[in-house]
């Protein structure tokens, strides 16, 4: 009896919590005509790419596409890179007050970017930069979580384990690349996916400063196709599941880690 | 015998190659430095630059074009503290993220706490549950605009449907705060049932067993051993969630653009209008506005720390 009190909740939590998700991608594949009959329309039985295909026409989606594909990979790469030195700097490497530069670490991280985005927007100008994808990128190459992830599990690789591997004629690269992350792997691979993740879901620094449709990234792309669109449902929906599905399957695939990362990031 | 060997030669090698100590330590420093250098460089351009820059736009004045035009002391300051639409936008912003905080926490643990029972598919509600989390702050706006539009949206049809009248989610003062706050408790319920499975999964099972034994029932369990044993999971989603909800940009810009009559303008999005809003280009005015803003999320930060480190439970 309990049981079945709890099977009836969770499936409503479900219907509610999963059914905008649900629409998302029934509503793509569907055509803008079936959808506005209402419930009706709920029921996928009419399945097309049409919605697709318009809405790259009315917007250059393949175009804005890629520019987010570039915006995430080279977001992600260097903050994985420059993470991965940063953090083995702090741990290894016995500078002079580690500490020190370690809180100016942690306390980069209580400055909103909403704050400091009018004073980025101003540099950014002045670099001649706006309207480009670099712009979109560029001021977040470094990040303090992945840093701070980075060395927490760095912390647990012996020193002088890397030492004895140093004084072999191991360089600090070859160390790195074949020592320590093999040993860390779990960590550079959720860093790798919440960076990523952050990435191509980012909208108000990529809106902010980029102005033509072509240097738009997908995210801010989709948000003036639905203005520009309101009347066709489907063209905007069809926009919605293009910018979901690729973070959907990365979660598919690789849901543990992703889990992993962001509790670890919470847990900090 | 090839083992004496291999450590015979690293011997030799070590004492061929290693220099002293002194030196070996001298170059393993400079390699830390030259390390650390790229992100404390994109630290000090990109974040503690721009704000020392922000609190100096704040003391200036503003030209036509946006540039900083001179100092003027506190004015921008006492501009926004004396105008009455801030204090509105203030007040608004404070309702946003109560509201939002606490949507999170109680729909987060209704869905939780079933979850967290030895029910046969759980597996499979939690990945349902925790779906939302995919979603970016963009699709999330743009699929809820079309759902709840006044004239095509799929809700609007089914209430007119069975005879009600249309309702204007986001284009009557009535709704449209009430709206925003709704897509942005769904876009983060993913992420909040995802943190509490953490903290509920990561209670010793030997202290609910425990309690059983003692005699108390699943509600009583529930009350007195598990939820406070996850107070700081609770606690860490309401700071986080609290600088998350201050800092709401996306959800408002496409579902609202901050109206109808500033009744969704919360204080980011004010700093949006201040320094990009059609024909305003004050910087000074957002940059004062910015500072408040770091000002709130520094407390909320120093909060977290300051209660975490003391460990919330018990």
């Given amino acids: 009896m309990r049981s079945a009190l709890l099977y009836v909740w969770l499936v409503a939590a479900v219907i509610v919590v999963c059914f905008p998700l649900y629409y998302i991608f029934e509503g793509a594949l569907t055509p803008t005509a ?13 399945l ?103 060395r927490q599990a760095f912390l647990s690789f012996p020193g002088e384990l890397r030492d004895a591997a140093l004084l072999d004629g191991a360089g600090h ?19 790798t996916l919440v960076s990523a993740t952050a990435a191509w879901n980012g909208f108000f620094w990529p809106l902010l400063v980029t102005n033509s449709p072509d240097n738009r990234t997908v995210q801010v792309g989709i948000a003036q196709l639905s203005s520009s669109e309101a009347t066709d449902v489907g063209v905007v929906l069809a926009g919605a599941a293009i910018v979901t599905l690729p973070v959907l399957i990365v979660v598919l695939l690789a849901q543990r880690f992703l889990a992993g990362g962001i509790i670890a990031g919470a847990l900090k | 015998m090839s083992a004496s060997i291999t450590t015979e030669r690293r011997v030799a090698l070590s004492r061929r190659r290693a220099p002293s100590a002194q030196s070996w330590l001298r170059s393993d420093r400079r390699v830390g430095i030259a390390l650390l250098l790229p992100a404390f460089a994109a630290f000090a351009v ?120 249309a309702i204007p989610f986001f284009t009557s003062t009535q709704w449209a705060f009430g709206s925003v706050i709704v897509v942005t408790v769904w876009g983060s319920i993913g992420f909040t049932v995802l943190l509490m499975l953490g903290a509920f999964g990561a209670i010793d099972n030997d202290v609910i067993e425990a309690a059983h034994l003692d005699g108390a029932g699943p509600l009583r369990t529930l009350w007195s051993i598990s939820l406070p044993l996850v107070t700081p999971t609770l606690f860490f989603i309401v700071v986080t969630g609290a600088v998350e909800a201050l800092t709401t940009f996306g959800q408002i810009q496409i579902l609202t653009g901050g109206g ?5 303008t919360t204080l980011v999005y004010n700093i949006y209008q201040s320094a990009f809003g059609a024909g305003s280009a004050n910087f000074g005015l957002a940059a004062a506005l910015g500072v408040v803003l770091f000002v709130l999320v520094l407390a909320l930060s120093l909060v977290q720390f300051g209660v975490l480190e003391k460990r919330v439970n018990y």
Avoid at chain 1, 173 to 191: A, D
Avoid at chain 2, 104 to 120: D, N
């Fill in chain 1, 173 to 191: 690269f070859r160390f790195i690349r074949s020592m320590l992350l093999p040993v860390v792997r779990p960590t550079l691979i959720s860093v």
């Fill in chain 2, 46 to 165: 990109f974040v503690f630059y721009p704000l020392g820059k922000v609190f100096w736009l704040s003391t200036q004045g503003t030209d036509i074009f946006g540039q900083a035009a001179g100092f003027v002391g506190a004015k921008n300051y006492i501009t926004i503290f004396t105008d009455p639409q801030f204090i509105a936008t203030m007040l608004r912003t404070g309702a946003f993220c109560l509201a939002v905080v606490a949507g999170r926490i109680v729909l987060g643990l209704f869905i939780t706490i079933p979850l967290t029972t030895k029910l046969r598919g759980v597996p499979v509600f939690r990945a349902l549950l925790t779906s939302p989390m995919v979603v970016s702050v963009s699709a999330a706006s743009v699929a809820f605009a079309a759902m709840l539009a006044q004239g095509n949206g799929l809700v609007n049809s089914v209430i007119t449907r069975f005879g009600g009248s």
């Fill in chain 1, 34 to 46: 079936w959808l506005d009959q209402g419930l009706e329309g709920l029921v996928p039985i009419h």
């Fill in chain 2, 260 to 264: 109808p009559a500033n009744s969704t």
């Fill in chain 1, 48 to 150: 097309t790419l049409d919605n697709v295909i318009r809405a790259t026409q009315v917007i250059p989606l393949g175009k804005q596409f890629g520019n987010s594909v570039v915006v995430t990979v080279c977001q992600t790469l260097l903050q994985v890179t420059i993470g991965i030195a940063a953090a083995y700097a702090l741990v290894f490497c016995r500078l002079r007050g580690t500490r020190a530069l370690f809180l100016v670490l942690l306390s980069s991280m209580m400055i909103p970017a909403e704050t400091t985005l009018i004073a980025n927007y101003l540099t950014i100008s002045s670099w001649h930069l706006i309207d480009t994808v670099t712009a979109v990128f560029l001021p977040f190459v470094a990040s303090a979580l992945s840093i701070f992830l980075f």
